[in-house]
């Protein structure tokens, strides 16, 4: 008897038992897009026949009705069939000259609880909206330029995909003043990921100004199950600048809260401004808002899903080089650091902050001391670059400070600092962009900018006052972005740029953790890793190892010297290449003697070996608590090994345990080879939901790993 994947699915949840799909074929009748991979092409229906434009890739599928007006009319889920909306909304609204214009969209939807297909032939068009007249298809363009380097995976990039591009005129009422401006709304779509990706641009090809008072990109009346399934981010999306706000929705009469409060209106939208001016023939374009629709509401599924989409969209964030922090910038110092990071196998040197190192220098003979010691990292296989104070807590003059709009006067959220939409920002970035081009640097740590400082400075040359603020630095700090990923260059960055080109921020960071006495500040650290890897891969995120004392916490903190703390030591170096996340090591030196050197090769050494798979995703096996045994398993179905678990005893007892390792996301479907470190391999049955249990005993604060390969019987995943 053959049964479907429905049925299946049903029986076992009438027999009591959770449902975990077959890696063969998910819900849809398709293979699980993240074991298998989906590689059907993105594509684009339009029946001539039809009122309809389709975009679609299998996983995910939004409709488009073409007349009287452009609208979205349905958005759907392929991987489950649920519906992500209930109502048909504009496809934007833009303010022009303090006037708020909708973007398409239709009128007349008779209940907002949900959408039949039925009236969309009784939908009217708002007279006062702008009008579609056309589109056009192409695909993704590069949005900062990248290639593979610094062991990171051959990744497509541009991503495969389809773009549309919806193009709209002003109303009839408002030609006269707004004749040639042309609203364009983009949607992109990419091959084997459910997300896709929205923003617009506006050309001024009217006779006048036109200021740009407010933007909302994407409107969406979100159903009330599918609003917990949608992630929705943007690349302008940081602490202060989130872009995604839910709200109610005044349209849905029918809904079961009393007061019709409930969240279930998406918009995504500036939090201030932007505020732009745009002269005849000029454009502006918005941030892009992408959306990832979830198939599960599984927590890691959740955020393996999130992290494909960093790895596919921000393909940069795969390079992952052990790199050290070196505190004092002098040249014998920087070559002791680069001369044991050789020997060691790390492969960056950081000139840390407070080394007294100064990107921004003019003076010739500084660049060119730097360049020699750039040249002497480069003849033994390290690279080289430093710490800037880019903008955060920085004074650079009354003239340039950002201005406070609570007092008028200089001040921002960090009590002072410099407006990235000043004068004093072309010197600035022309400074540090002369120093890394004339010397050779290989990678910038930037100190700043953070959270959306605003400004309400009138007088600053690249923005107007206090609407375009936010948006004209963040704009500032992209395009020095851009320009650093042209280069080649690798960017620490305090802030979320992932999607705009930067390498890698914090994990999870308090700097005062990290003045701890040594024990406590390991295992925090490995709870950060631990919670920090379930939304990001571990090459997304850098953890801190104090090789001398930060801020306090005096010797009981700090490893140095290092001989005297060797097992401390070892833990940091183990948990951090263990997991893929690579760590600030900051001091003067890695290792003081024969011992120390050979610790730190031994970890460096297990994590080039199995690079591979530990810089694959992690799955959250037993989160540190400090009471027994942890750990953490990397999975990847097609590197060789499939996985590889960590395990951690922190505790000053013998400890054993039954892990239950969870191997779905490796790929492999009945059994596993199975061996401790280089142990003899033994195989194991898979149970009925991929897993398998593994015995283990281990000393006290010991370490040791389970390395996961398919038996011969079992192909590699292709």
């Not at 001539?48 to 073409?66: C, G, H, M, Q, Y």
């Not at 833009?94 to 297909?117: H, M, N, S, T, W």
């Not at 593994?694 to 996961?708: E, L």
Request: aromatic letters at 12%; proline letters at 7%.
């Amino acid at each position: 008897m053959m049964w479907t994947i429905t049925e299946i699915g049903i029986a076992v949840l009438l027999a009591g038992l959770p449902f975990v799909p077959p890696i063969e074929a998910s819900a849809c009748g398709k293979p699980d897009w993240l074991v298998v991979g989906v590689h059907e092409p993105a594509k684009l229906e339009h029946p001539p026949d039809k009122k309809e434009i389709v975009l679609t890739n299998s996983l995910v599928k939004r409709a488009f009705r073409t007349t009287p007006n452009f609208a979205t009319v349905d958005y759907a889920n392929l991987m489950t069939g649920a519906a992500a909306i209930r109502g048909v909304k504009p496809e934007a609204i833009v303010e022009l000259d303090g006037r708020r214009f909708e973007i398409g969209g239709l009128k007349g939807q008779p209940d907002y609880a949900y959408l039949d297909p039925a009236w969309l032939e009784g939908l009217t068009s708002n007279p006062e909206a702008f009008e579609f007249t056309g589109f056009t298809t192409g695909k993704p363009k590069a949005r900062y330029y990248w290639e593979p380097k610094r062991h990171s995976p051959e990744i497509p990039w541009p991503p495969r995909g389809l773009t549309l591009t919806a193009n709209f005129r002003p109303p009839e009422s408002v030609r006269d003043k707004y004749g040639g401006l042309t609203v364009s709304v983009h949607y992109e779509i990419y091959e084997g990921i459910p997300v896709l990706a929205k923003w617009l641009t506006i050309v001024n090809g009217s006779v006048g100004e036109v200021v740009v008072g407010s933007v909302e990109s994407e409107i969406l009346a979100v159903t009330e199950q599918e609003k917990h399934r949608l992630h929705v981010e943007s690349d302008y999306s940081f602490h202060s600048m989130n872009t995604t706000h839910w709200g109610p929705d005044p349209e849905y009469k029918t809904q079961i809260d009393y007061n019709r409060q409930a969240p279930l209106l998406l918009t995504s939208k500036y939090p201030l401004g932007p505020g732009a001016h745009l002269k005849p023939g000029e454009e502006f374009q918005s941030f892009r808002t992408f959306e990832l629709l979830h198939d599960s509401d599984d927590r890691e599924r959740r955020g393996l899903a999130r992290r494909r989409m960093y790895r596919t969209l921000a393909p940069q964030v795969t390079e992952n080089p052990i790199f050290m922090h070196v505190r004092n910038s002098d040249s014998a110092s920087v070559r002791l650091a680069v001369d044991q990071c050789a020997e060691a196998g790390f492969e960056m040197v950081i000139l840390t902050f407070w080394s007294g190192f100064n990107i921004e220098s003019e003076d010739p003979a500084y660049i060119a001391r730097f360049k020699a010691d750039v040249d002497y990292a480069h003849s033994k296989e390290v690279e080289l670059g430093g710490y800037t104070l880019m903008c955060a807590s920085r004074n650079v003059g009354a003239a340039n400070n950002c201005i406070s709009p609570k007092t008028g006067k200089p001040g921002s959220m960090f009590g002072q600092s410099a407006c990235l939409a000043s004068e004093w920002a072309d010197g600035y970035f022309r400074r540090v962009s002369n120093f890394m081009d004339a010397t050779g640097m290989d990678m910038i740590e930037t100190d700043g900018p953070y959270h959306g400082d605003l400004c309400a400075s009138g007088k600053h040359k690249h923005h107007f006052g206090l609407a375009d603020s936010q948006w004209k630095q963040w704009q500032a700090c992209v395009n020095f972005y851009h320009a650093c990923r042209r280069r080649g260059i690798y960017i620490n960055s305090p802030d979320w740029y992932y999607l705009n080109g930067s390498n890698k921020c914090a994990m999870g960071y308090r700097e005062s953790n990290f003045s701890l006495p040594r024990w406590r500040q390991i295992l925090i650290a490995r709870q950060n890793i631990y919670d920090g890897t379930f939304e990001k891969t571990p090459s997304m995120g850098w953890m801190f190892v104090p090789l001398v004392e930060y801020h306090g916490g005096g010797a009981a903190a700090t490893l140095e010297p290092l001989s005297k703390h060797l097992a401390e030591y070892e833990w940091h170096l183990a948990q951090n290449f263990g997991s893929g996340v690579i760590a600030c090591y900051r001091g003067p030196r890695l290792y003081d003697s024969e011992q120390t050197k050979q610790v730190v090769r031994k970890w460096v050494d297990f994590y080039k070996k199995y690079r591979a798979i530990l810089d694959s995703d992690i799955i959250h096996v037993r989160r540190p608590d400090g009471k027994g045994i942890d750990c953490m398993m990397h999975v990847n179905p097609r590197t060789k090994p499939r996985a590889l678990a960590m395990v951690y005893n922190p505790t000053d007892s013998e400890a054993s345990t039954t892990l239950e390792l969870p191997l779905y996301y490796t790929g492999l479907t009945n059994k596993a080879m199975i061996r401790e470190k280089e142990a003899r391999a033994m195989e194991y049955e898979l149970d009925r939901e991929y897993n398998v249990r593994v015995r283990v005993a281990m000393q006290p604060k010991t370490i040791t790993w389970f390395v996961v390969e398919s038996p011969p019987s079992e192909e590699n995943v292709k």
